[in-house]
Nanobody, 126 residues
C-alpha cells in the first residue's frame, strides 16, 4: 500500500526556517521522483521542488532557488524540504507526491503525479 506522509509545517516569522518531511512507504525512493507542491488559498497548485535520489537530480521553481533545499534519506524512506529565508508568499499547504522514474526525469513536468500525500500547512507571518 503506497503512502506519502508529509509533516513539519507550522507558523514561522518571515525570514525564518522550516523543514518539511515526506515519509514514503510501499515503494523505494530509488524508483520514484518525489516532488513538493504547494497551494495557497485562491491560487493554483504550484510545483516547488523535485528530487531523484538515484539520478542525483533536483529541480526548483525560480521563486525558491537559493532558499529551499530538497534532499532524500533513502535509509529512512524520507524526502526533506529545507526552507530558509521564508517569505509571506511561501504561505500555502505543501504536498509531497511521487511519480515513477521509469517515465524519465522530466516525467514530473509531462505527466500527472502517480501518488499524493496529505498536505501540511506552512504559514509565514510578518
Amino acid at each position: 500500500d503506497v503512502q506519502l506522509q508529509a509533516s513539519g509545517g507550522g507558523l514561522v516569522q518571515a525570514g525564518g526556517s522550516l523543514r518539511l518531511s515526506c515519509r514514503v512507504s510501499g515503494f523505494t525512493l530509488d524508483d520514484y521522483i518525489i516532488c513538493w507542491f504547494r497551494q495557497a488559498t485562491g491560487k493554483e497548485r504550484e510545483r516547488v521542488s523535485c528530487i531523484s535520489s538515484s539520478k542525483s537530480a533536483t529541480y526548483y521553481t525560480d521563486s525558491v532557488k537559493g532558499r529551499f533545499t530538497i534532499s532524500s534519506d533513502n535509509a529512512e524512506n524520507t524526502v526533506y524540504l529545507q526552507m530558509n529565508s521564508l517569505k509571506l508568499e511561501d504561505t500555502a499547504v505543501y504536498y509531497c507526491a511521487a511519480i515513477s522514474l521509469g517515465r524519465g526525469w522530466g516525467a514530473f513536468i509531462l505527466h500527472d503525479m502517480d501518488f499524493w500525500g496529505e498536505g501540511t500547512q506552512v504559514t509565514v507571518s510578518s
